[in-house]
């Protein structure tokens, strides 16, 4: 069964400071890849994702990803974090081409001091 | 407007009653689910909708019973609640069953119901 973990579970950053949050999924096959954001309180935000061509892909807030087919990784960045940053990140992936349910990782809290 | 709407935003009731949660997106999409995202974070996929035919069920309690009127609406009944059924309920929706479709293949979630049982 396709799994997807997240290696970092929390992440304390002081403002200016980069991101990277690790992700690394198991099938595979053709895999769809995405980010999702949650503020606190709030609802799942899409940040970005990846279904084929450039493995680098920019999303919204300055963030970006890449594709790493070799190391089965959709690693998420960002290269200057800002107070509101602060929220929990979930990758999650589908695999194949025809319809397939999201499987999430477990989340990484961030907190961005300011 | 609110692509997708869940009502009611929370809910606290006691072990044994049945409640509902209801779904409304005005996106067009075909698709629905609903996801449980429980007290450590973790999200997972419950069910799935296409065009009101059920798609996926996961190993879900046969207490929870999902219902699609039209495939703009998704509801989710629980009977005979229980203190482990507390968690946050997303509703969600995409257009499109097929990668390879020109449909914007996106989820789009809603604000959560967030479900307490006492």
């Known amino acids: 069964a396709q799994s997807v973990s997240q290696h970092n579970h929390h992440v304390i950053l002081s403002e200016a400071a980069s991101l990277e949050l690790g992700c690394n999924y198991s099938?595979?096959?053709?895999?769809?890849l995405f980010w999702y954001v949650q503020y606190p309180g709030q609802h799942l935000q899409l940040l970005l994702k990846y279904f084929s061509g450039d493995p680098l892909v920019k999303g919204i807030k300055g963030f970006e990803a890449e594709f790493i087919k070799s190391k089965f990784s959709f690693n998420l960045r960002k290269p200057s974090v800002q107070w509101s940053d602060t929220a929990e990140y979930f990758c999650a992936v589908t695999e194949g081409t025809g319809f397939q349910k999201l499987v999430f990782g477990t989340g990484t809290r961030l907190l961005v001091s300011p | 407007d609110t692509a997708v709407s869940q009502t009611p935003k929370y809910l606290v009731t006691q072990m044994g009653n049945d409640k509902s949660i209801k779904c409304e997106q005005n996106?067009?999409?075909?698709?629905m689910y609903w996801y449980k995202q429980d007290s450590k974070k973790f999200l997972k996929i419950m069910f799935s909708?296409?065009?009101?035919?059920?798609?996926i069920n996961e190993t879900v309690p046969n207490r929870f019973s999902p219902k699609s009127p039209d495939k703009a609406h998704l509801n989710l009944h629980i009977n005979s609640l229980e203190l482990g059924d507390s968690a946050v309920y997303f509703c969600?929706?995409?257009?499109?069953?097929?990668?390879?479709?020109?449909?914007?293949?996106?989820?789009?979630f809603g604000s959560g119901t967030r479900l307490t049982v006492v």
């Open positions: 909708y296409n065009n009101k035919e059920l798609i």
């Open positions: 969600a929706s995409s257009q499109g069953i097929s990668r390879d479709s020109n449909a914007n293949y996106g989820y789009t």
């Open positions: 996106l067009g999409h075909d698709t």
């Open positions: 099938y595979g096959g053709t895999v769809n």
